[in-house]
């Protein structure tokens, strides 16, 4: 069992930053990739950036690649989400993700946190 608590969200100018936390539980995290997912209000969820277990293989959806960046470090348990250059159209609720597989991160993932709210105003 993987608990996920995640953090950092907000309410941010269109063009700023904002860096998302993922705290994990349990001695294996290492064994996991990582990854988020976000909804946007009356749209379905949606992948966003994943992470294999080592952080040497990481994976974007096309809307934010070259905006935001993953990573991880396994000594913390810790996934991060650093988001740039932000637009209005990525306000979603923002989930942390965890699976075994690293194809399965980005398509169905078996652990979900609560998520964290971000908000771009325009």
């Known amino acids: 069992q993987v608990q996920l608590v995640e953090s950092g969200g907000g309410l941010v100018q269109a063009g700023g930053s904002l860096r998302l936390s993922c705290a994990a539980s349990?001695?294996?995290?290492?064994?996991?990739?990582m990854g988020w997912f976000r909804q946007a209000p009356g749209k379905e969820r949606e992948f966003v950036a994943a992470?294999?277990?080592?952080?040497?293989?990481?994976y974007y959806a096309d809307s934010v690649k070259g905006r935001f960046t993953i990573s991880r470090d396994n000594a913390k348990n810790t996934v991060y989400l650093q988001m740039d250059s932000l637009k209005p159209e990525d306000t979603a609720v923002y989930y942390c993700?965890?699976?075994?597989?690293?194809?399965?991160?980005?398509?169905?993932?078996?652990?979900w946190g609560r998520g964290t709210q971000v908000t771009v105003s325009s």
């Open positions: 993700n965890a699976d075994l597989n690293t194809i399965v991160i980005r398509t169905g993932p078996r652990y």
């Open positions: 349990g001695r294996t995290f290492s064994s996991y990739a």
């Open positions: 992470i294999n277990w080592s952080g040497g293989s990481t």
